[in-house]
């Protein structure tokens, strides 16, 4: 198989002195499905972002086609034949799948007239879109499309502009796991057509699905690559984290009588969640399972006082939560990880050390009128050492310069730091490397075993089934099925979820 990348001692150094990466180098072959595997931090993101023209190396050779390769923007890779899809998209919403697809080129289908040929652009959109086995259509706009479907759009973009080296970055971790599967083979097919696929994903049940060889960085250094039949995960794992892991996890098989949450009748004002009823037992860490879309997201939006009820009652410790706003309900002890960090959980654009304080300057505990800066520092150097977040030296740095899972353990340290009664966390582990997911996982456990209840509302039902003493299913804004550990059943667990069983 010829080679079609080749990077000799590739390095990266930041202006805050962040080395994230040092002297890697490493060959993709055409045609295959190549995976880069690492910690959060490890230099995946930046490595991927040299080859696309989003940033230059410090130092190193790159060569693409056995030519020098040098872009100084996305355009210029694009010119070579290098597509990337981005973890977050990039579409426009209120316009169509087609429009999206040949945005930039419209003037290929201008009539004589100037006017754009719609019929000619449809038709042009929609012979890929056949070729490519896809169950969308040139006319559909983007905001109606699911997620898993958008994702798909991404990579028509990318091929539509005549790619053959293709940058998957995290493309599942938006995806339910029902749709993942479905990806994946979708993914396949684009190899068929030919095309080399570079495929960036913390989920090792993906990567040893697809992929042909496994290139493994820590911490900005390469540590090998490997063809699929010479590891296997336990191996690749431990390589990424450097030392020897056992990433078993299972939950405990207890629950305690004391009720702290204690939920009633919940319908929503959107009218998603109906007639929902639970308990969160103090200790406990109760799982929500479902599909995408069929309530999770109203459930945390409802807990956060940001979604209002049409009935039903929410009483912690038997004192009411319905009337309170968000804070509110953070007085009277909940603390909340959102689904999305970049939009609702971090202020992108502001400094660590303003996120890690986010929310805590209401209660006091940096002076009453001023801002004590060294109690904010020391606050900020407490939750970056308990979880590993990789920040370089300048905590007055924007955060949105981390990486999205070291983003993630500074949102997650910043929420467990308020010490509450109930935790309520959605997708917390979205994007997360092996190691990242173990910590998460850990400061739950330990959590619970002050007597705090979490709750754990995702679309990884292995992550579910690991850490969660009782798992409900939602179905349509409905509690389907309930179970218990030890008496999980995987089968069982998604009849329910597709509305096989309930």
Do not use: W
Request: glycine fraction near 8%; charge should be neutral.
């Amino acid at each position: 198989m010829l080679q079609i990348l080749a990077c000799d001692k590739v390095s990266k150094t930041y202006p805050n002195g962040l080395e994230a990466l040092k002297e890697v180098s490493f060959e993709v072959k055409k045609g295959e499905i190549h995976a880069i595997v690492g910690e959060n931090g490890a230099g995946k993101s930046t490595l991927m972002n040299i080859l696309f023209g989003m940033i230059k190396p410090s130092s190193g050779e790159i060569r693409f086609k056995n030519s020098l390769f040098s872009p100084k923007h996305p355009s210029e890779a694009i010119g070579l034949g290098i597509g990337m899809v981005h973890q977050h998209f990039k579409l426009v919403q209120s316009i169509t799948v087609a429009e999206n697809v040949v945005l930039g080129m419209e003037n290929r289908f201008q009539n004589k007239m100037r006017k754009i040929d719609r019929a000619e652009m449809n038709r042009s959109v929609a012979s890929l879109i056949e070729k490519l086995k896809m169950s969308i259509s040139p006319d559909d706009k983007i905001e109606n499309l699911p997620i898993s479907k958008k994702q798909q759009v991404e990579i028509l973009k990318v091929l539509y502009r005549d790619t053959d080296f293709i940058i998957l970055d995290e493309p599942t971790a938006v995806l339910a796991p029902n749709e993942v599967e479905d990806f994946l083979e979708f993914v396949m097919e684009i190899q068929k057509m030919g095309k080399t696929v570079v495929f960036i994903s913390h989920r090792l049940g993906e990567v040893f699905a697809i992929a042909d060889r496994i290139t493994i960085l820590r911490r900005g250094t390469l540590v090998g690559t490997y063809e699929k039949k010479e590891v296997d995960r336990e191996s690749i794992a431990n390589m990424m984290i450097g030392t020897d892991t056992d990433l078993t996890e299972h939950p405990e098989d207890f629950l305690k009588e004391e009720v702290l949450l204690s939920v009633e009748g919940l319908v929503d004002i959107s009218g998603v969640l109906r007639d929902l009823s639970f308990k969160l037992h103090a200790g406990e860490i109760l799982g929500f399972a479902g599909v995408g879309g069929n309530g999770q997201e109203e459930l945390f939006e409802v807990l956060a006082g940001n979604l209002k009820l049409s009935s039903g009652e929410m009483e912690l410790r038997d004192s009411s939560l319905v009337q309170l706003d968000t804070l509110g309900r953070r007085r009277a002890g909940i603390a909340y990880i959102t689904d999305d960090r970049m939009k609702k959980g971090l202020a992108p654009d502001r400094s660590i050390i303003e996120n890690s304080m986010a929310g805590h300057h209401k209660f006091g505990s940096f002076g009453k009128a001023l801002i004590d800066k060294s109690k904010a520092r020391s606050f900020a150097r407490s939750i970056i050492t308990d979880y590993d977040v990789r920040t370089g030296k300048n905590l007055n740095t924007a955060v949105k310069a981390l990486s999205g899972g070291n983003m993630q353990k500074l949102l997650v340290g910043r929420e467990i730091a308020y010490n509450p009664a109930i935790l309520v966390a959605s997708q917390p582990t979205a994007g997360v490397d092996v190691a990242a997911r173990k910590l998460i996982h850990d400061s739950f456990r330990k959590l619970s075993e002050t007597g705090s209840g979490v709750i754990l509302i995702s679309g990884d039902l292995e992550e579910i089934m690991d850490l969660a003493n009782r798992i409900i299913v939602l179905y349509r804004g409905r509690a389907v099925a309930e179970m218990s550990y030890p008496d999980y059943d995987t089968t069982e667990i998604g009849y329910y979820m597709t509305g096989i069983r309930g």
